[in-house]
């Protein structure tokens, strides 16, 4: 597939920046600003990834959490019936 030509507007001070820095590092313009795009999809769509995997790995915990605190909040009443 082809890369397409796109035009964009940006401040001059910023491309003036990103020229310096691709310059910097040895890439041409296209690349960094390719590479830029790249990595603020990637960040952008982590976060829901990251709820997504949490969610995974803690959901049978958390049900298995709030089942010992009844069990416990149980015990202590039985502990603590009539002391008070």
Do not use: C, K
């Not at 030509?5 to 310096?20: K, R, W």
């Not at 600003?33 to 709820?51: C, D, G, K, T």
Request: aromatic share 6%.
């Amino acid at each position: 597939m082809a890369n397409p030509l796109t035009n964009v507007s940006l401040q001059t001070s910023l491309v003036n920046e990103g020229q310096a820095l691709a310059q910097e590092l040895n890439l041409s313009w296209g690349q960094l600003v390719s590479m830029a795009l790249q990595e603020f999809i990637r960040r952008h769509r982590r976060p829901a990834n990251l709820v997504e995997q949490l969610n995974a790995f803690y959901g049978d915990t958390l049900e298995e959490d709030a089942r010992l605190l009844t069990q416990m909040r149980s015990t202590h009443r039985r502990l603590v019936d009539g002391e008070w």
